[in-house]
Nanobody
Framework: QVQLVESGGGLVQAGGSLRLSCAASGSIFSINRMGWYRQAPGKQRELVATITNSGGTNYADSVKGRFTSSRGNGKSTVYLQMNSLKPADTAVYYC????????????????WGQGTQVPVSA
């Protein structure tokens, strides 16, 4: 069984910073890519950032220059450094990983964390 556990969310004022963390655990064989998505009230879930094993990153236009994603040394942890936060960034942030498990090492599937709230006040 695989678990993705996010931490670091919480209320922040506009212009402030926050760092989210996500740790993957369980019977993981290989992680290809990790990333962050968010879902604001009444809106669809959207991509925020992804990062590959080699460090390649992809960001939503709305967060470029403000958010930075990075991987931990063991590659099973992903971080999202969020700077210059805006009220429009208010959402539940979800960690995401494309990985394979020990019993089926050739098959990659997407796993999700439970989400962490990030309210940004004006």
């Amino acid at each position: 069984q695989v678990q993705l556990v996010e931490s670091g969310g919480g209320l922040v004022q506009a212009g402030g910073s926050l760092r989210l963390s996500c740790a993957a655990s369980g019977s993981i064989f290989s992680i290809n890519r990790m990333g962050w998505y968010r879902q604001a009230p009444g809106k669809q879930r959207e991509l925020v950032a992804t990062i590959t094993n080699s460090g390649g990153t992809n960001y939503a236009d709305s967060v470029k220059g403000r958010f930075t994603s990075s991987r931990g040394n063991g590659k099973s942890t992903v971080y999202l450094q969020m700077n210059s936060l805006k009220p429009a960034d208010t959402a539940v942030y979800y960690c995401n990983a494309l990985l394979s498990v020990a019993l089926s090492t050739w098959e990659y599937n997407t796993y999700w964390g439970q989400g962490t709230q990030v309210p940004v006040s004006a």
